[in-house]
């Protein structure tokens, strides 16, 4: 099979594109840059040049292809304060994507999230279906919550349509997302912060099990599903801090509320979630059997402290 991927040479990207071609398939790639296409060429992936705002090439990426995995966001605009326009791009995207594969049972993965699903207790896959769970939402983080939902309507006009919630953190060597952004910031403010007791939970995963789930999502995953690649149902922050502090050899302290953003800046609106989630149900329908190292783990091989880690 060739499927068509966008955000083909990002984190998440990169691994699935090898979990792909591991498997014999063969991967398009959407390129918005010189650098991403060399990226991809050098491993044997057909380049799509274009962007999320070039719907005319996600029609016939998607047409030509035997299905779709969508991973690409706008993050850099989203974490500049522009997160509504790129929930906008994204839904943009798989409204063509949906229109592209109508009628032909060929599937279309998207990625979504688990953050803030069920704050408190552990979320399900059956959970954050319906527009009650989400009165809290607006703007920007309601539409990529929209975007999930349209995604798994479009079983009904025959595309086998999955969404694949991923955690805060897909962690890995190389890692440049939360957790490494909380060690810059312990690194540079002298000492690992958690907000309040730290009690509050994240779940994870490594990238590779991530995108072996991908795999597995775009080859058998039933028409509607929706999908939790969960390894840890929940690390405590405070935990996280404790690890961060032992290997820059910091000091651990907590963080009172209104002190967030002068601390932790675009991270503040993440860290105080307790956001548990379980991957129960992925795993009984799949046969997804996470086998790389457990976030604490993970953090206790020292990658994330190399000087250069940002």
């Known amino acids: 099979m060739q499927y068509f991927i966008t955000g083909a040479s990002g984190w998440i990207g990169s691994a699935v594109v090898a979990e792909l071609l591991d498997a014999g398939h063969q991967v398009a790639g959407l390129a918005r840059s010189d650098a991403a296409a060399a990226a991809l060429t050098s491993v044997g992936v057909q380049v799509h040049r274009g962007t999320l705002d070039d719907p005319e090439v996600l029609r016939q990426a998607a047409a030509a292809s035997d299905g779709v995995i969508h991973l690409a966001f706008k993050h850099d605009i989203a974490f500049s304060g522009g997160f509504e326009a790129a929930a906008d791009a994204d839904r943009r995207a798989v409204e063509t994507f949906g229109d592209a594969l109508a009628g032909s049972g060929r599937p279309l993965v998207i990625a979504s999230g688990t953050l803030g699903l069920k704050p408190g207790r552990v979320a399900t896959e059956q959970d954050g279906h319906t527009a009650g769970e989400f009165t809290q ?18 079983a009904a006009r025959g595309v086998r349509s999955s969404i694949v919630r991923l955690p805060p953190t ?32 994240w779940p994870a995963v490594h990238r590779l099990d991530s995108a072996h789930l991908f795999r597995l999502a775009v080859e058998s995953a039933p028409a509607g599903s929706t999908l939790h690649a969960v390894a840890d149902e929940g690390v405590a922050i405070r935990d996280i801090a404790e690890i961060i502090g032992r290997h820059l050899n910091v000091p651990v302290a907590s963080i009172a509320p209104q002190d967030a953003v002068g601390h932790f800046s675009w991270l503040a609106g993440f860290i105080g979630l307790d956001s548990p989630a379980s991957s129960t149900l992925t795993r009984e329908l799949l046969g997804w059997r996470p086998a790389q190292p457990r976030l604490i783990e993970d953090l206790g ?10």
Do not use: C, I, M, Q
């Open 137 to 154: 939402l607006a703007g920007g983080p309601r539409t990529r919550w929209e975007t999930g939902e349209l995604a798994l309507s479009l």
């Open 170 to 201: 897909n962690h890995g060597d190389g890692d440049r997302g939360f957790l490494a952004a909380l060690v810059a910031t312990a690194r540079s403010k002298g000492f690992a912060g958690y907000l309040g007791d730290g009690a509050n939970r």
């Open 301 to 310: 091989k020292g990658h994330y402290f190399r000087a250069t880690a940002a």
